[in-house]
Every structure is written in C-alpha cells, then in structure tokens.
C-alpha cells in the first residue's frame, strides 16, 4: 500500500527525490507516519508551492518566525485562547516586518482599552503606508506626532499652580471716577 501513496505523491506533486524524503523524515519525526497524515503533508506542502529542498528550508524558516511572531502576540495581548483562522493569517502577514517592530507596535496599544490583533494590524499598516519598516523609523515618527487635545487637556491639577498664578491687575483713580460718574 505504502508503494501506491509514494507513486501517488510523486505523480501528483511532482516532488524531488530529496523533498520525498524529507516529507517520510517529517512525518516519522513527528511520530505520525501513516498514508492519510503523509498525504495531508504533501498536499499542504504543495500549496505552498514546495518543490525542492530548498523551497522546504524556506518554509520551515517562515513558519518558525510565523510561531514565533504569534507566541509574541498571544503573551502580550494575555490571549488565552486559541487563535482564529483569520487572527493567524493576519498574523502571518507580519512575517515581513521586523520583531522590534511589531514590538513596538504591541507597545503603541497600551493605551486602547481592548487592543487585538486588527488594531495591532492598523498600526503597523499605518507605518507601512508612511515607509516606516523598521522600529527606529516609527518610533522617531511616534515621537513628532504633537499630543492630542485629550492627552493635552489631560493635566491634572497638581500640574497647575495653585497659588500665585496670577498677576493682580492694578487700576488708576480715574478708571474709579469713570465708574461712578454716570450714577
């Protein structure tokens, strides 16, 4: 039978040598070497478009940045539960941006009352769309963005001086007469 699925991989896929080796080495690694979870790999593989070895290596490294990044945002944002199809592909796309600076994009949504994983996205699109790719970029961007009104008019009244913060305006004798004239 194992003869049939290895044809039927092979023909199929159209895998080198070397990539049908290493899919049998991958299931057998992870303890699930039987026909349905091999051919399931292959299929998987091959919609990543996996042809060589190398496109392999290439993959396993997306993937590993992919958990990585993931890992990240679950501990930050305390997610608790597991993730949403479309919470990971969102996710996924951000293998292209630096660690730092999804960091700090996680950093930037502290303030919101609930941050998720779309709110994280926006700002990080934002920095996209004004060519900020890297941490240092947006953070020296973040830093020229003047306070807004509510973080301006946010001063509590500690911050302003409570005792003499005034100048005591002084009046003439004739502003006095001038008052009095017409009663």
Known sequence: AWMLDIEHISNTYKFSDELLLMLFKYCKDNKK???AYVIK???????????TLDDLINFFEKEEKFKNIKDI???RLRISRKLTEYEE??????????KRLIEEALYQSLNTLSPNIKYIDAILNNWTVNGQ????????????IPPTKKEH???T???VPQKNNFKQREYSK??????????
């Open 41 to 51: 790999t292959a299929k998987t593989w091959n919609e990543h478009k996996i042809k």
């Open 89 to 98: 592909n969102i996710i996924r796309k951000w293998t292209k941006y630096e």
């Open 157 to 159: 009244r500690a911050d």
């Open 73 to 75: 945002v679950i501990k």
């Open 174 to 183: 004739e502003y006095f007469d001038n008052l009095f004239e017409d009663v």
């Open 153 to 155: 008019n946010n001063k």
């Open 33 to 35: 070497l039987h026909p």
């Open 133 to 144: 790719f890297t941490s240092l970029d947006a953070v020296k961007e973040l830093n020229k």
